[in-house]
């Protein structure tokens, strides 16, 4: 991609950006750990820390807190993709947690909130101080405002009004016991950037990603496929659609959107003319409220 | 703002094959730079309004964003463009705004990172956050007040930060009927304030930011105005040649050892290029050893690359067996960095508690962390006249100040305003572990 004239493209820039922030993490924290739940920003993300440490395998463990409420795809996937990189995966369980009783199901079905608490958990069990996230800036106005390295106290909490300045590349990842580190490898990313780069770096996504034909309720003004999760309701009709997912969250709320684009390309053109975010367009649980995103991050959320 | 759910609404997809869609693409994947900027000024300057209108005339605001704006600016003549830059509840609450905010957009020429700094209290060590990585930053002046105290400081800030490109952007010019007498007034002040900064690059734009005027489109309300609008500037400034290529300088981040059958001999030298041109067969030094040797390979994301150049994050593999660790600089022989204990920098100081003489510190310079003492806080600086005050013998929150430390360890370091990545460090408060201090090396007394 370079030029004789020394200049690095968008995608490069970021790239490296992301590779230095990563390289930073695992010289000065002792345990990082990568979360991973294969959708494409962690997707991504799991891509950066191979090129960072290549041909040395990948050196901290990759945990997937896992709702409970999985695509079938993402899971294979993710499986498919630990496998190949020969890292550890550790598997932080809702389900699980339900069961001991250390969380209660929420009575919207909603596993969004009660996944922090597992997670919270997992850190402390195995000791990790550095937590690598994939979300970017441009998602939401709470993450516009977050350090790439954000610090976290023993709660796993965020303030957002007590933020370490956050100067050049010069990261600070100092913490006492118990304290820990956000790392947002992918915090100048762009929905679009990311795409083009599983474009020009042929990065296997799950199919999910792609539009085929679904069986589809439409709900709220979103349009949800019907899955082990989602049955028609009363009142509701199941069309068959071309439908994609732009975000791959939890299978009980994640919305597909109409689509055509069934390669990675026609993905990017579909991006390049959309007018609406992603997290609107797809997200039942980020309407709730204006400001969702800033009270699950101060309860210690990604 | 309110909260309020969107109106319900599937839109139609969107057909991929069009020409349109095609269109929208190839101008998606063309071939871009990045363009870093920072903003300052105050609230009342416009310029939330000038970021709200950057994004939506560059069609980075979708239209899930844009109803909710419309629907909170409901009543007013105009939809409130200030308001997509609107922050957190906790800011609305308080009616302030929270430090640094990125926003992201771009045109088939660039994309852009903007890093908005708000003007109120912590502006110093808000605006020094953003600008520390901005190619230009863009201070904004209200034409019916002209140059203030602030936008001063605001223009000194980037200077001391040393970002190459300055914009004054006269806003407001619709409340001073497009007078071009105003507009050169504050222009030609500018223009000898920022001769005494070193500034080696300025432009004064004469905008509305409210009707869009010069900012994204030349606008014919101003005809007697021959320069670009804001957004083509930012388009065409040109930054290639802002960075250091002559100084190799390369900070060994992390050392890899795969210690695996396929991999047994593999010892590589991770790191992020600071400066310089690495080539495969150059004859490097590794410091603080000061021994010589080779670059038998460089290794990029994509394999073996021939050279390397900042910023790119690569692996450097030596032909000799040396002992290299991380905090180590490989340079050139005949151009090294200074190897020095003794630290002369301008420090931004970011905390309550006083920066004092005999204060210990943690310094991070490059990948090198040592610790430090003050040996002598030698002034403060008055931002808004430039005045120097050695009799002030402490630096308060938000000072800047020239500070001498002596470091534990040798720093391998340059002048700042000769390398902006090996003439910076931070400090950071070994107790609370915060980030205390922003530092950019000078000449030493």
């Known amino acids: 991609m370079t030029t004789p004239d020394y200049r690095l493209t968008q995608l490069e820039t970021l790239e490296a950006e992301s590779i230095h922030m990563i390289r930073e993490v695992v010289a000065e924290l002792e345990r990082p750990v990568l979360l991973f739940s294969g959708g494409k920003d962690s997707i991504v993300m799991l891509e950066l820390a191979r090129k960072a440490f290549a041909p040395a395998r990948i050196p901290f463990p990759v945990m997937h807190v896992d709702t409970g409420l999985n695509f079938p795809e993402v899971l294979e996937f993710r499986d498919k993709r630990v496998a190949e990189l020969g890292v550890q995966l550790v598997v932080a369980s809702v389900p699980d947690a339900i069961a001991a009783g250390t969380v209660k199901e929420e009575p919207n079905g909603s596993r969004n909130r009660i996944q922090t608490p597992v997670l919270l958990d997992a850190v402390e069990e195995h000791g990790f101080t550095a937590l690598f996230g994939g979300a970017r800036r441009d998602e939401d106005k709470a993450r516009a405002k977050e350090r790439a390295f954000s610090f976290r106290d023993e709660f796993g909490q965020w303030d957002p009004k007590s933020q370490r300045p956050e100067l050049w590349d010069l990261y600070n990842g ?71 997912y732009r975000t791959v969250g939890d299978a009980n709320l994640t919305a597909a959107v109409p689509s055509t684009a069934t390669t990675v390309d026609e993905v990017i053109a579909e991006i390049a003319v959309t007018r609406m975010t992603e997290r609107g367009a797809t997200r039942g649980d980020d309407k709730v409220s204006d400001a969702a995103m800033e009270d699950r991050k101060k309860e210690g959320y990604f | ?63 899930d964003q844009y109803e909710a704006v419309e629907r909170a600016s409901a009543g007013g003549d105009y939809v409130n463009l200030a308001l997509l830059t609107d922050g957190l509840r906790a800011e609305r609450e308080q009616g302030i705004t929270i430090d640094v905010a990125y926003r992201y957009f771009a045109t088939p020429r660039r994309t852009f990172i903007l890093a908005d700094t708000p003007g109120h209290v912590q502006y110093t060590r808000n605006m020094v956050t953003g600008a520390s990585t901005a190619d ?8 019916r007040k002209g140059m203030l105290e602030q936008s001063r400081r605001h223009a000194f800030l980037a200077s001391l930060l040393r970002v190459p490109h300055l914009v004054v952007a006269v806003n407001k010019m619709d409340l001073v009927d497009w007078s071009e007498q105003t507009f050169e007034a504050i222009r030609d002040e500018f223009t000898a304030f920022a001769a005494k900064l070193d500034v080696p690059d ?33 388009e065409h400034v040109h930054v290639a040649s802002d960075r250091n290529l002559v100084d190799v300088r390369f900070p060994v981040q992390y050392v890899i050892r795969p210690q695996s059958d396929a991999h047994h001999d593999f010892r590589g030298y991770a790191g992020t290029v600071a400066s310089g041109v690495l080539r495969t067969g150059d004859e490097v030094q590794v410091l603080p050893s000061g021994l010589t040797t080779t ?27 040396l002992d290299v660790s991380r905090g180590d600089l490989i340079c050139r022989p005949s151009n090294a960095p200074h190897v020095t204990q003794e630290l002369d920098a301008l420090v931004c100081w970011m905390t309550d508690e006083p920066l004092r003489p005999r204060q210990r510190l943690a310094v991070k310079h490059t990948t090198r962390s040592v610790r430090a003492v003050v040996k002598d806080v030698q002034y403060r600086l008055d931002v808004n006249t430039l005045h120097r005050e050695p009799e002030a013998g402490e630096l308060g929150l938000n000072d800047i100040g020239r500070v001498r430390l002596r470091a534990t360890q040798p720093l391998f370091v340059d002048e700042y305003s000769r390398n902006r990545v090996t003439g910076r460090f931070i400090l950071v408060d070994e107790a609370t572990n915060a980030t205390v201090g922003a530092g950019m090396l000078v000449p030493g007394s």
Do not use: C
Not at chain 1, 206 to 226: F, H, N, S, T, W
Not at chain 2, 295 to 319: N, Q, S
């Open chain 2, 136 to 143: 230009l930053a863009i201070v904004l002046v209200d034409a």
């Open chain 2, 295 to 321: 670059i038998a390979g460089i290794d990029g994301p994509r394999g073996p690359v021939d050279e390397a150049f900042a910023p790119m994050a690569v692996t450097v593999r030596l032909a000799d067996d």
């Open chain 1, 174 to 244: 100092r913490i006492h016991l118990g304290e820990s580190i956000r790392v947002f490898p992918l915090s100048n990313w762009t929905e679009l950037d990311i795409w083009q780069y599983i474009a020009h770096e042929q990065i296997a996504i799950p199919p999910l990603y792609l539009a085929q034909e679904r069986e589809v309720v439409e709900r709220q003004g979103m349009l949800y496929a019907v899955n082990e999760f989602i049955r028609a309701r009363e009142g509701e009709q199941v069309r068959r659609e071309s439908v994609r």
């Open chain 2, 202 to 234: 300025l432009t004064v734009v004469p905008i509305s930011a409210l009707n869009g005027d010069n900012v994204v489109r030349r606008s014919e309300r101003t005809p007697w105005y021959e320069g670009p609008s804001l957004l083509h500037h930012l």
């Open chain 2, 1 to 63: 703002m309110a909260d309020s759910t969107p109106q319900p609404r599937i839109d139609q997809p969107v057909d991929v094959h069009s020409a349109a869609a095609e269109q929208a693409r190839e101008i998606a994947v063309a071939r871009k730079d990045i363009l870093r900027i920072a903003t300052a000024g105050s609230v009342d300057d416009g310029k939330s309004t000038l970021i709200g209108r950057l994004l939506y005339d560059s069609k980075a605001v979708f239209e």
